[in-house]
């Protein structure tokens, strides 16, 4: 787990988000159930072995909520998230749809998200508080306890 941290960090030190002296990043875990989301498309899957049902041995099953691990999971996730994001006054990167980005006055919270991890970064502790727990109330997520790894940092030279 700690190299998904690493590099969902590089990612965005990647982006030209160095990491700065009381901007701290973190991660919140998206809880599984959250991931089946309503489908957009028509899917339809054959009856798993030792499932079928003998009346209708040769019927389908019909998806009607994403499955984790189905192609279309992660798009019915990210629709689902960006849309409270979206509501509650994050605005989409324009050119990284993934990055969602809050100004409060001068603080701020970066939001990006990996198919089903996030990570943030923000300037103020009481931020990443609201924010959590606006995660865990409206969509079930929870921020992992990990420990801060090291990130590139502007600093001026004496």
Do not use: C
Request: aromatic share 12%; no cysteine.
């Amino acid at each position: 787990e700690r190299g998904i941290i690493v590099r969902n960090k590089a990612r965005l030190v990647a982006q030209g988000h160095t990491q700065e002296e009381g901007i701290d990043y973190n991660e919140i875990d998206v809880k599984s159930a959250f991931l089946y989301d309503t489908v957009d498309e028509e899917v339809y899957v054959m009856q798993p072995p030792g499932f079928q049902d003998p009346a209708f041995p040769a019927k389908v099953y019909k998806v009607e909520k994403a499955m984790y691990g189905l192609h279309q999971a992660p798009r019915a996730w990210y629709g689902t998230l960006s849309k409270y994001l979206l509501m509650n006054g994050f605005q989409r990167g324009t050119i990284d749809q993934t990055l969602f980005i809050r100004r409060q006055r001068e603080d701020f919270i970066l939001v990006q998200v990996y198919v089903d991890d996030i990570i943030f970064g923000l300037s103020n502790p009481q931020l990443y508080r609201e924010f959590e727990a606006f995660m865990h109330e409206k969509l079930q997520m929870s921020a992992m306890d990990v420990r801060s790894s090291n990130t590139p940092m502007d600093k001026e030279n004496p």
